[in-house]
């Protein structure tokens, strides 16, 4: 559907303060837009907005969409939201993020990053590659960018560097230049209800490549791999620890605060080219990964190493991914966005690699009973290079309550699993209270989710200290 969009709407966001919504939002007021919008509480992405001028009001109510002239949703909001009720009744045009994000986007040259995990960090990195190359990206992003402090960036270059949302498939409906997609996992199964439809979605992205662009895959992945083995089209290049991918890393060392690597360039009609010595200030195979696609990226643009390995050396992360946000006497304090097996894996391995010795404790907070229930058992055995696991409960993110789920079961699972010690809290108190009175010395505590838990430890921590 198209969107005509006049100067003088009033367009209300339902759901503002999700980290798309918030950072769309603000992209369009830049612009020039009025924006105005509604959430159930306030967060540090209202506050943002607010600090811009943007109107917020805080709960959904018939009274903040009066003036409205057109409704933009987010994926969370459902068909009995009182605002989106209201808007349909007055027949106002109501959007989807993706379909309006497509529109703002539709007169630049796009670099579109899609994939289960990994997004955020991976359109990080490429738009700090393209400011440091000078070109002043547009970015509208799923985490706050350090260099930046914020989530979006309206810049005056002809690139925009924007992070898609699959959950709901409208990534389908950007326009596309370059694309990168990280890998595929089974998730979003309440959209796309069988994990051949969700394969299907980035097939069909994949294949919307226009010619005079390249999308770039991760070939680490075995669900693309099927993929890449059904495009009808060859328009793309790989990337990854794979021997056969266009951009192969190797020798990769890890250090406690940063990851050096190699890459070998093998595309076809071109030399082989060696890069060497590639510095990350992150952590990981899965980051050097995303590191990788950005360096990729870059070099299809034609932006020159040597301010490629300035950027990244220069990198200073996004927050909540594997973030150190205290320290009380030689117990240091993390929190990151995992809320799925694989990126639990890949944190807790990430630690691991340069802590070999060193304890660490592992806080979950769960994220939505339909995930749970759907990964019950991929979750159990996601814990297994921690040494404990601090089991909160499920964050609903807007669902009924489940009353045939069972913390205790839960909790037990992960112990079989994982086979490690697992404590229950049934809130932010008694998770205070557990780690004043049995967090010691020298141990590396991680907070997990993708709910409450980031508020949660920091406000432990300000107590604490």
């Known amino acids: ?44 992405n209202t506050d943002r907005l607010i600090k811009a001028g943007i109107k917020i009001h805080i ?56 994939g289960s995990h990994g997004k955020t960090t991976t359109t990080s990195l490429v738009a700090n590659i393209l400011a440091e190359a000078k070109l002043d990206p547009t970015v509208i ?22 992070e898609s949302d699959e959950s709901d498939g409208s990534f389908l409906k950007l326009p596309i230049t370059y694309s990168i997609v990280t890998n595929v996992d089974k998730e979003h199964m309440d959209f796309y209800k069988n994990f051949t439809k969700l394969k299907n979605s980035f097939l069909s992205f994949i294949m919307k490549t226009p010619s005079l662009g390249k999308s770039i895959v991760c070939l680490d992945n075995n669900n693309l791999k099927t ?60 980051n050097i990964s995303n590191a990788t696609a950005s360096v990729a990226i870059a070099l299809n643009l034609g ?54 010795k060193r304890k660490i404790i592992c806080i979950f907070q769960p994220h939505r009973y339909t995930r749970v229930k759907l990964l019950k058992k991929e979750f159990a055995s996601s814990f297994k290079l921690s040494d404990m696991v601090i089991l909160c409960p499920i964050y609903s993110a807007g669902e009924k309550v489940d009353y045939d789920f069972s913390q205790d079961y839960f909790s037990q699972l992960i112990t079989k699993k994982s086979k490690i010690q697992v404590v229950n809290v049934k809130n932010q108190k008694e998770l205070k209270f557990f780690i004043k009175k049995n967090i010691f010395d020298d141990e590396m505590v991680i907070s997990m989710g993708a709910g409450s838990i980031s508020n949660w430890i920091r406000e432990i921590g300000i107590e604490l200290q």
């Open 141 to 162: 992003n799923g985490g706050v960018i350090n260099a930046i402090k914020n989530t979006a960036h309206l810049g005056k270059g002809e690139w925009a560097v924007i």
């Open 1 to 44: 559907m198209e969107i005509n969009i006049a100067k003088n709407e009033i367009i209300h966001f339902v759901g503002i303060g999700g980290i798309g919504m918030s950072g769309l939002a603000q992209i369009m007021d830049n612009l020039g837009f009025k924006v105005q919008g509604s959430d159930l509480v306030n967060n540090k």
């Open 303 to 356: 932006v020159k190493i040597g301010i490629i390995k300035k950027a990244l050396k220069k990198f200073s992360g996004i927050q909540r991914r594997f973030t150190k946000i205290f320290s009380i006497d030689n117990k240091d304090f993390y929190d990151d966005y995992a809320h799925h097996p694989t990126e639990i894996k890949a944190v807790i391995k990430s630690a691991r690699q340069v802590n070999k």
């Open 227 to 286: 993929i890449l083995s059904k495009c009808k089209t060859g328009n793309f290049l790989t990337y990854g620890f794979s021997k056969k991918s266009n951009y192969q890393i190797y020798n990769a060392k890890k250090r406690k605060e940063y990851s050096i690597f190699n890459l070998k360039i093998k595309v076809m009609g071109s030399k082989i080219h060696n890069i060497k010595n590639i510095r990350v200030n992150l952590l990981g195979d899965h």
């Open 59 to 114: 709960g959904h109510n018939i009274k903040n969409v009066k003036r409205a002239t057109m409704i933009v949703i987010s994926s969370a909001i459902k068909k009995n939201n009182p605002e989106l009720i209201a808007s349909r009744a007055k027949k106002l045009p109501v959007f989807k993020r993706g379909e309006m994000l497509a529109n703002i986007v539709a007169l630049k040259k796009n670099i579109v990053i899609t």
